[in-house]
Every structure is written in structure tokens, then in C-alpha cells.
């Protein structure tokens, strides 16, 4: 490759030909991995047109802009049915909704449903902000229901995970609903990051939810998503009163707000992605929500009924209601490394387990870029 490149002219116009080169020389892989994940199939036509358009040149302040955010805000709330209580930001990540939500929301203590890495993370980050964290933890591979569910009389915000990406865990809506019908006067919180836009929450009970593009979104990682509502502002704004206290500097919900009354940011965003954004949620629009989620089911169906039927897998969730639609998580025989090297050279990469069960388990992100002939080829190669 190093020889090729030194035998051409110096110059732009040699890009096609290294470019194609170099795409010879890369065997194109389908992701299987649960974050970041293959790319959805119009990504690099939407990513073409904003550098046609060179949007990632223009100001964060300029009409173009606003037109982008706004449509990216219409298509989500079509996708997602989020009413217009809520208001929709772009954060760096969402990771940072963690601290964001922490430090704008809650006071004194927040409350927090943990049954994997993610759920405690967020739960850790409560602890270094200095809040009283309360904690229901269940093993790897457990779930909650409301019914059992039981949140502390001063905890402001209840912080829930829809689907635990380490344990390939879901708390079903329905769950979460309920539980906010339990507690009516506090702040509930639902962190979707690897399963958005399958969820089907109501907004009217759900304060704020958040994801990140890299998962079902089929975007590169770099941006996250935050969904509040105007109890959430109330709250910030009362606690920005308070000289003893602090709600941050950086992407305050009342900044952040202030800014989308204009379809704005406080700080420079990130342009290309709030576009594609849009453009993919626009496509799963054309598509339909509810035959985005079908088929969802149908392909985590597929992949359910090989591990169960497999003498090598076997699914690490046992409780049909708790398991992930969007992240599977299995246990394996042999050790998961052997596994991901040989599904690796047939062209496909899945996960490895996480933390403590890298080597016993694999995962396998059903998100929408795979196609159900793809999980098939999957499978295919699993059983050998």
C-alpha cells in the first residue's frame, strides 16, 4: 500500500483511487455489536448530502441550522410520540445526560433500579455528585416490575434503565408506567440508550428519557439525545435559586431550553449528526413505528428460539419478559473469544459478554441497520 502511495502525483484528485484501493484491501464486516453498531443502510447517503451541502460549515446561530434542528424535533416527536410538553436537546453524549439530569433535577436523593453496568454507572454518578443514591440492585440477568418495586418517600427522581446493554435486560414499559402511577409526584427517568426508538413510552407519565445515536440509531458515536419535560425546567429553575447548590455550567436544562425556544444551542452542537439524525428518523417514519417494532420482535424471536434449541448457547436472560429485543445476551460452552474469531473471518462481528462474563457470553445487538437475512447469516454461523 506504503509503494502505491509514494508512485502517485501528490494532490486531491488521487482520493477516488486510493479510496478504492483501500476499500479492496478491507473485508466489508455486518456489526453485530451492541454500541457502536453497523450503520444504517442510508447513513452514508445523508452523511453525503450535509457535506454536499457543507453543513457542517455553517453556524449554529444561522436560519439552516434552526430549519435542521426543527425538522429533526418534528420527525423525533412523530417517531417517538413525544407530545409538546417535552422538549428535545443534543447533548455530547449520553453520559452526560446522567450528570445533567443528576444535577438539574434532583436536590437531596434520587433513587435508582440497578441490574447491570449501565444502571450503576448511573447510580455512581449520583454518588460523585454528592446525592443521597438509594439503590435496588438485582443480579445480572434479573429484571423489575413495578409490583416489586418499592421507591423511598424523599427520593425526587427514580431513575430507571429500559434495556441494561451489560446483561441484555429490558423493564418493559408497561412496568415503568405503572410504577409512575405508584409515585405520581416524582421525577421519573428512562435511560434507552441501546434500545431508542423501540420503547413505546407515554410521555404523559414519563418525564425524561434519553439514548445515544450509535446503537439502534445506526449512527457513529458522538452525540446523545435528552427528552424533558417542563417539570424537569420547574425543578431546575428552583434549584438554580439556591446559592448552596449548583445545577452546572455546561448545558443547563434552563439554558438548553432558553435555546430551543428558537431552535438553538447554548454551545456549538454537533451539525452533521443533528441532520443525519433527522434523516433517519424521517426513514423510520416512512416506514412506520409499529413495523420498525415488529420486526424487531420477529428477528429477537429468531434469534431467542436458535440459543434455546442450540446445544453450544443457551439465553443468559431466563424470564421471557425480561429479555432484551434489541441486545441478546447468551452464554456460551466455549470460551466467547474462540466464537467471535471464527464469526469474525465468515465477514460478521458480535459482542463479547461484559465485564466478569467477557469470556462465558456473547451479545448480539438486533437493532434495525440488520436486515433479518443478516441475523439468518448470523445463525447460520453460530450453529457451526
Not at 455530547?92 to 434520587?110: P, T
Request: net charge neutral; charged share 25%; hydrophobic share 35%.
Amino acid at each position: 500500500m506504503s509503494e502505491y502511495l509514494r508512485r502517485q502525483p501528490t494532490g486531491v484528485s488521487n482520493y477516488p483511487l486510493i479510496r478504492s484501493f483501500t476499500h479492496s484491501l478491507i473485508q466489508n464486516m455486518t456489526y453485530f455489536t451492541p454500541g457502536p453498531a453497523e450503520l444504517y443502510p442510508t447513513f452514508a447517503q445523508h452523511l453525503q448530502t450535509a457535506m454536499d451541502e457543507q453543513l457542517g460549515s455553517i453556524s449554529h446561530r444561522s436560519q439552516r441550522f434552526r430549519d435542521i434542528y426543527r425538522h429533526t424535533d418534528e420527525q423525533l416527536r412523530a417517531l417517538l410520540n413525544i407530545p409538546k410538553t417535552h422538549a428535545i436537546f443534543f447533548t455530547g453524549s449520553a453520559s452526560e445526560v446522567w450528570e445533567r439530569m443528576l444535577l438539574n433535577c434532583v436536590e437531596h436523593e434520587s433513587f435508582h433500579a440497578v441490574n447491570g453496568s449501565f444502571s450503576r454507572k448511573f447510580y455512581d454518578y449520583a454518588l460523585g455528585l454528592h446525592k443521597y443514591a438509594h439503590i435496588l440492585e438485582k443480579p445480572f440477568g434479573e429484571g423489575f416490575d413495578a409490583a416489586d418495586t418499592e421507591v423511598p418517600e424523599y427520593a425526587e427522581l427514580v431513575c430507571l434503565t429500559h434495556n441494561e446493554t451489560s446483561s441484555g435486560v429490558q423493564m418493559r414499559p408497561a412496568e415503568m408506567h405503572k410504577l409512575k402511577r405508584k409515585y405520581p409526584q416524582k421525577l421519573f427517568c428512562v435511560d434507552m440508550v441501546s434500545s431508542a426508538p423501540y420503547p413505546d413510552l407515554d410521555y404523559s407519565l414519563i418525564d425524561s428519557a434519553f439514548f445515544s445515536v450509535q446503537k439502534a440509531f445506526g449512527m457513529p458515536a458522538g452525540m446523545g439525545v435528552w427528552i424533558a419535560n417542563e417539570k424537569c425546567l420547574a425543578k431546575a429553575e428552583r434549584l438554580q435559586k439556591y446559592e448552596s447548590l449548583t445545577i452546572g455550567a455546561h448545558n443547563t436544562l434552563p439554558m438548553l431550553w432558553k435555546s430551543y425556544q428558537t431552535f438553538e444551542t447554548p454551545a456549538t452542537p454537533n451539525v452533521l449528526f443533528i441532520y443525519v439524525l433527522g434523516k433517519i428518523a424521517e426513514d423510520f417514519n416512512r416506514i412506520g413505528i409499529a413495523t420498525v417494532r415488529k420486526q424487531t420482535e420477529e428477528r429477537a424471536k429468531t434469534i431467542y428460539k436458535f440459543l434455546e434449541k442450540s446445544d453450544r448457547f443457551e439465553p443468559f436472560v431466563s424470564a421471557e419478559r425480561y429479555r432484551s429485543q434489541t441486545v441478546v445476551v447468551a452464554n456460551t460452552k466455549k470460551p466467547s473469544g474462540e466464537i467471535i474469531d471464527a464469526v469474525k473471518r465468515a465477514g460478521m462481528v458480535i459482542g463479547s459478554g461484559y465485564g466478569k462474563l467477557k469470556d462465558s457470553q456473547i451479545r448480539i445487538a438486533n437493532f434495525p441497520a440488520t436486515s433479518a437475512e443478516q441475523i439468518d447469516a448470523l445463525l447460520r454461523e453460530l450453529s457451526r
